[in-house]
């Protein structure tokens, strides 16, 4: 047995250490006087205020709000970008959706229709049919809607014909009229929509083109004389030219012609003269075929018969000279 315990002694085996209670007690004062000192020098903020200032400072993105179902606030976000940069395409694209969970579906066709006509301009005719197809969803009494996606399936059947055409209005412009390769698709831009486009094949229009010459004519320029037999036609592309009569010393303007009209179809086509006479009423780009390049279009032509029917189914010049008798005759 190993020596007696002095009386309010401590074992050895507990020597240096703390009591239970005292243990206890030295434990709460230690983490008391720790969580003192973290918020001494900042630390140890309780968890509900780190929670609310996160919250606080999270910002949700646009396609947040629209998981959110928070449309208003979507909406005005995309509004304020748009106002930046007014052809961000995909911007148009989430607000029209936007809109259409409002139910203000009359906004929402707008932005359709917005985008689908910048896709069609940019070549890409389904995307825009696509689009415009979820208008007519939302919208399915609009005729309007119908009507552009008849235009731009239109466009679309003449992508092909494209190719045929600016290669003939290349060979009519040539280098010498000064033709940059975006000129002439404007001045393509300007005849799609043309009954002479509209009824000629893509071949059929090469031929007829890389026989024509551009030409541009200032205001005042004048085109042909009343009576005057020499043989061409012109294709007007861009500008006005009007057909008069010179009476009494004042000239009379007889009718009006603008882009896609075709004149002078009787001294070319039926060897007859001009019925008064013509003028460019302001700057004038039009195509010009003479005598010389209808035969050589006429040339190996599968279908000569309709391609000089196209030439002359206006009757313009016929309508002209029918006015100046009319108009004689009072």
């Avoid at 003449?158 to 060979?171: K, N, P």
Wanted: glycine share 10%.
């Amino acid at each position: 047995m190993g020596p007696l315990r002095r009386r309010g002694g401590v074992h050895r085996r507990r020597q240096g250490r703390p009591s239970g209670h005292t243990a206890r007690s030295c434990r709460g004062l230690t983490w008391r006087h720790s969580v003192g000192i973290r918020s001494w020098f900042g630390g140890g903020k309780p968890e509900s205020k780190q929670s609310g200032a996160k919250a606080k400072e999270q910002e949700y993105t646009i396609d947040d709000l629209i998981v959110l179902e928070r449309y208003d606030e979507a909406a005005d976000r995309l509004k304020t970008k748009l106002k930046i940069n007014p052809q961000d395409l995909h911007s148009h694209l989430k607000l029209a959706e936007v809109y259409a969970q409002l139910r203000q579906f009359d906004k929402a066709v707008d932005e359709f229709g917005f985008v689908a006509d910048e896709y069609a301009q940019d070549g890409f005719h389904d995307k825009g049919i696509a689009l415009l197809s979820k208008a007519q969803k939302l919208a399915p009494l609009d005729q309007s809607i119908r009507f552009k996606i008849e235009r731009i399936q239109r466009d679309k059947s003449m992508e092909h014909v494209r190719s045929y055409a600016l290669e003939g209005l290349r060979q009519a412009g040539g280098t010498q009229a000064g033709s940059s390769a975006v000129e002439l698709k404007r001045l393509w831009h300007n005849l799609t929509g043309t009954a002479v486009v509209q009824r000629l094949s893509g071949d059929q229009l090469k031929r007829l083109f890389s026989c024509m010459q551009l030409v541009r004519l200032e205001p005042e320029t004048l085109i042909a004389e009343e009576g005057s037999q020499e043989a061409f036609l012109l294709l007007l592309v861009t500008g006005t030219a009007e057909g008069f009569v010179r009476d009494g010393g004042r000239n009379t303007v007889i009718r009006s012609f603008t882009s896609g009209d075709i004149i002078g179809e009787m001294p070319l086509l039926e060897r007859g003269s001009w019925p008064v006479c013509y003028r460019a009423l302001d700057q004038v780009t039009a195509l010009r075929l003479t005598r010389e390049g209808l035969e050589q279009a006429l040339v190996g032509n599968p279908d000569p018969r309709g391609f000089l029917e196209v030439l002359r189914e206006q009757h313009n010049d016929r309508d002209v000279a029918a006015t100046l008798r009319r108009y004689r005759a009072s």
